[in-house]
């Protein structure tokens, strides 16, 4: 399932980008590696670069991934996987505000990184298979063409987001936790904090219209949903 995947990886640490690069070559994905930030993002955004994850590092010379990571998102909703340090949780807030999918923690399992990939391409991949709208109130969800739209106008979500106001829609009137939510939209058991969920929350609160954001409801201590 891998065959012909491209990933971007930008990674200053040579070592360490030689040797994610050879397991992922190994599992049968074509990488491309840049060792700076302002050269990565240069070959994020080229339009014949067909990039199906990009794996950023944070601490990066002559532009920081959190910096790379906004300005990739402001022109292309690819998906983003931010290496950051054990230590450096702020950095890891940081990147999610700035729109990245996800985020692993130096020094890591290679196994990890590649279910993480994985899940992220399952994520994408799905989309096209579910072809029904979605509707809510006002909000309306084209599942193939991963929009959502709010009183007929379009909202731009990143792939996160509308998993996340998806989820909520499909659950409407009924209390999603936060690690129901973790495990639906992220895909996987981690040690992921359960307050990237609220960080999402806040994200897609920001995104929509008044009269729209209104419907999602905080249920202190347990979680979302999606009501009037
Ligand atoms: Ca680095």
Not at 55 to 77: A, F, K, T, W, Y
Not at 205 to 210: G, I, Y
Not at 213 to 226: A, D, H, K, L, Q
């Amino acid at each position: 399932m891998c065959m012909n995947k491209r990933i971007l990886l930008i990674e200053d640490e040579k070592n360490i980008a030689r040797f994610i690069e050879l397991e992922l070559s190994h599992e049968g994905f074509s990488v491309s590696t840049c060792f700076d930030g302002r050269e990565g993002l240069q070959k994020a955004l080229e339009e014949n670069m067909k990039i199906d994850v990009i794996l950023l590092d944070v601490m990066l010379p002559g532009l920081n991934g959190i910096e790379v990571c906004r300005r990739i998102r402001s022109h292309s909703q690819v998906p983003i996987i931010l290496i950051t340090a054990r230590d450096a949780v702020m950095d890891r807030v940081a990147g999610l505000d700035a729109g990245a999918d996800d985020y692993i923690v130096k020094p890591f399992a290679i196994e990890e990184l590649l279910a993480r990939i994985r899940s992220i391409l399952r994520r994408t991949a799905a989309a096209p298979e579910s072809r029904d709208l979605l509707k809510y109130k006002n909000i309306t969800i084209d599942q193939a063409a991963y929009t959502a739209y709010v009183d007929e106008k379009m909202i731009e979500l990143t792939k996160t987001e509308f998993d996340l106001l998806r989820l909520l829609i499909e659950n409407k009137n009924r209390v999603c936790t936060r690690d129901h939510i973790l495990e639906r939209v992220w895909g996987y058991q981690s040690d992921v904090e359960t307050n990237v969920v609220d960080v999402y929350i806040r994200h897609l609160r920001a995104k929509l219209p008044d009269s729209a954001s209104t419907y999602i409801e905080t249920v202190r201590g347990v979680g979302y949903v999606m009501r009037e």
